[in-house]
């Protein structure tokens, strides 16, 4: 019996240690499929990137220099929606408005060129420099121009003014104020433009931006704006302020209100003067790394065609400009000299554009 009882337990310890070392075995095996799964895996994701190109993995911020509501805000709000949709990450825009531009522009320039921080700015770069708010040249930058619309002036629809012929009379003998975007900016420029053309007095207030003109229009804080045509479309149409006439060569007209006459046809003086467009988009430093850049420069070039900014377009009465690389870099060196040079001509740049190799056109 007890021969027995040893027999068995001795068979037991062999059936123990079979299985035991078969669980091992199927253990090892188990472990080394999945890390071989593992390693394959991220072998292929890490290809599949490489082949796709670089793209965000966490949230983008585009700081905007301009105030809510105005044409830069609304392109760089466009562009996000459809960023966000395209490369799958959150993209927030904050608006970082003062110094003429220069507080966005200098607290982007002082961020890491990881593409996690982009520039939403406009036109305005192009004096900048001489303005004294941002001291980099612009060829830094490669831009995206998103939208240009035509520069408008216009009165609250209750005032007494109804033609630009109007107003300019009037500021012969009265202090007829005039609100447009800082001095440098675009609206500004062609402001400086229609007085030059016309012989008006106009008692000339700087904003922020064309949203807080248009604040200051209709709370009565002045007479008359100088805002881009799709910045103002909304209350026009809804017949809380009336264009009197673009800064312009040619007629333009909105739709819900008609035909907008360009102030050269009453004023010719006008055509003599050099054409300073305006453009709202996004720029990228010229020194972020190229696979980078590639990326959103591919995602603008998608993001022109999208719901986002052809429905602006339709509904605000932007003209889709979608210019960037070698054809925005074109006009951007053109529309530097008309800008830097039309403000020290005007006295009010702080710096020659000498000092930045800007060359005088015309």
């Known amino acids: 019996m007890t021969k027995m009882i040893k027999l068995l337990s001795f068979t037991l310890s062999i059936v123990m240690l079979v299985s035991l070392m078969s669980a091992c075995n199927s253990a090892a095996t188990t472990a080394a499929t999945t890390a071989a799964t593992t390693a394959a895996t991220t072998a292929a994701t890490t290809a599949a990137t490489t082949a796709a190109g670089w793209k965000p993995t966490r949230p983008v911020t585009i700081y905007c220099w301009s105030a809510a509501g105005g044409g830069t805000d609304l ?49 305005g770069i192009h004096a900048m420099g001489v303005m004294g708010a941002f001291d980099q040249k612009t060829d830094i930058f490669e831009t ?6 035509e520069g408008a002036l216009a009165v609250r629809s209750d005032s007494p003014y109804k033609t630009i012929e109007d107003l300019v009379e009037a500021s012969k003998t009265k202090d007829i104020k005039v609100a447009a975007s800082q001095q440098g900016s675009v609206w500004a420029i062609k402001l400086a433009q229609i007085i030059e053309a016309t012989g008006a007095k106009f008692n000339r207030l700087p904003y922020e931006g064309s949203s807080q003109s248009m604040v200051a229009l209709l709370s009565g804080e002045v007479d008359a704006c100088l805002v881009g045509l799709a ?57 972020t790394p190229e696979e980078i850049k590639k990326a959103y420069h591919e995602a603008f070039e998608l993001a022109i065609k999208s719901k986002y900014i052809t429905d602006l377009a339709e ?20 529309l530097d000299s008309i800008f830097a040079w039309t403000v020290w001509d005007a006295g009010l740049a702080q710096k020659s554009p000498e000092v930045y190799g800007i060359p005088r056109i015309g």
């Open 75 to 123: 392109s760089n709000r466009a562009l996000a929606a459809f960023y966000q949709e395209h490369f799958g990450v959150s993209f927030s825009v904050v608006n970082m408005t003062g110094g003429g531009g220069g507080i966005a522009a200098n607290h982007v320039y002082n961020q890491p060129r990881d593409g996690y921080t982009l520039m939403g700015m406009s036109e």
């Open 231 to 287: 910045e103002m479309a909304e209350y026009v149409q809804a017949k809380k302020m009336t264009p009197l006439a673009l800064a312009e060569r040619k007629a333009v007209t909105l739709k819900g209100y008609g035909e907008i006459p360009a102030i050269a046809t009453s004023y010719p003086k006008f055509n003599d003067l050099p054409v300073a467009m305006q453009w709202v988009g996004q720029g990228l430093f010229v020194d």
């Open 144 to 149: 995206m121009m998103v939208y240009t619309t």
């Open 315 to 334: 509904t605000k009465g932007f003209t889709i400009l979608g210019l960037h690389n070698e054809e925005s870099a074109k006009i951007a060196k053109e």
